[in-house]
Every structure is written in structure tokens, then in C-alpha cells.
């Protein structure tokens, strides 16, 4: 069965300090993974997303890693801010079928305190 | 921000009543999907199209049924609504990558 799994499940830091949030997932043939961000009441919205052949990608103060032979990913925050308190939601797509199908993890609720 | 958009945003209804729940988007894309999610819990796809008059059931069985008329709209509909149907609702579409609506807070009294 692919499954993806998140941790931790929730984390409190404060503001200005720096987080590292981790995905595990077993979903095979594997396509990309992306991270989402969820602000409480709204939809995700995509942070990064990474193919097989990539590494590590940046988006502002978020850097995400992928080792694809272990089936493990991150999410690094850097320099963190109020507005960053969000649920943020690891998602593997397979490559077995024209949908593209998303496994979703449950996220890390993340909450930052000033 | 994507041009998917979602009516109403809140609703709060009776059992027995029947709802849709809109989705539309901007983005002339051909596949459009319908989430399910809890508190807590991950996004359950309930209903996929990949484009007018196709229609799917997704991973959980789900009540609601769905129609695709039209490109950029993709109703939702609970012919009697029942308080185990009280959750978020989120809708998406994509050409290659997911875009999500800001979703409808549903409760069934």
C-alpha cells in the first residue's frame, strides 16, 4: 500500500529559529514529491516540487530535500515568522497511470509563537 | 494565487437537505478533482474528471455525486446530507500540477 508519513506531527518553535520537518513515503513508481503549505480554512498551496533526479530545491526561506533511495524528503525553514503557523503537507504522485495520482501525508502543524 | 474558486465557503445545514457545493476555475485546465479532509487527517480524493461529461469515483466511496458540463465547472452534489458528511471539501485542478480552491467548510446539524 503507498503510504506517506510525516514528522513530527506538531511542532512549536519561536519566531526567528530555524525547523526541519520530514517526510517518509513508500509510494512506487515514484514520480515527484511536492510539499504544500495549508493556512487553517484554505486550500494547500505548493511550495516546491521535486523529480526523482533532484536533490534539493529552494523557495525563499523554504528548502526541501529528496534522497530517493531511501524514500525520505524535508522541509528546512529558515528564519521562521508568525506567518509561517500553518500545516505543511508532504505529497508523492506516481508515475503508473495517466491520472497522476497524489498520496497525501497528514501534514505537520506548525505553529510559531512570537 | 490560482483562479479556482468555491462557493460557499461555510455552510452549516440540516439533516435531509440537499446541497452542491461549486467549483470553477479560470485556468481552462481539463482534469478537476474533489478532496475530502478531516481535522488532522490527509486529503481523500471523492470524485475526479478528466474533462466534460467524464466523471470518476475516487479512492473513498463517497454519497456526493458530481457532473462535469463545462470545462471550468465541477459541482458537487449531497442529495440528502447527513451530520457523517460534516468535513472540508476541496477541489483542484491541474494540466500537470494541482492547484486547490480554498475550500468549503460543510456542517450537518
Known amino acids: 500500500k503507498n503510504q506517506v508519513e510525516q514528522s513530527p506531527q506538531s511542532l512549536i518553535i519561536l519566531e526567528g529559529k530555524n525547523c526541519t520537518l520530514q517526510c517518509n513515503y513508500t509510494v512506487s513508481p515514484f514520480s515527484n514529491l511536492r510539499w504544500y503549505k495549508q493556512d487553517t480554512g484554505r486550500g494547500p498551496v505548493s511550495l516546491t516540487i521535486m523529480t526523482f533526479s533532484e536533490n534539493t530545491k529552494s523557495n525563499g526561506r523554504y528548502t526541501a530535500t529528496l534522497d530517493a533511495d531511501t524514500k525520505q524528503s524535508s522541509l528546512h525553514i529558515t528564519a521562521s515568522q508568525l506567518s509561517d503557523s500553518a500545516s505543511y503537507i508532504c505529497?508523492?504522485?506516481?508515475?503508473?497511470?495517466?491520472?497522476?495520482?497524489?498520496?497525501f501525508g497528514r501534514g505537520t502543524q506548525l505553529t510559531v509563537w512570537p | 494565487e490560482a483562479d479556482i474558486y468555491q462557493t460557499p465557503r461555510y455552510l452549516v445545514i440540516g439533516t435531509g437537505k440537499k446541497i452542491t457545493l461549486e467549483c470553477s476555475q479560470t485556468m481552462g485546465h481539463d482534469k478537476m478533482y474533489w478532496y475530502q479532509q478531516d481535522p488532522g487527517m490527509e486529503l481523500h480524493l471523492i470524485h475526479y474528471s478528466y474533462g466534460v461529461n467524464s466523471t470518476e469515483k475516487g479512492d473513498l466511496s463517497s454519497e456526493s455525486t458530481v457532473s462535469r458540463i463545462r470545462t471550468e465547472h465541477f459541482p458537487l452534489t449531497l442529495e440528502s446530507a447527513r451530520p457523517s458528511h460534516t468535513s472540508q471539501y476541496l477541489c483542484a485542478s491541474s494540466q500537470t500540477e494541482q492547484f486547490f480552491g480554498p475550500g468549503t467548510r460543510l456542517t450537518v446539524l
Open positions: 505529497v508523492v504522485s506516481d508515475r503508473g497511470s495517466t491520472l497522476g495520482r497524489l498520496y
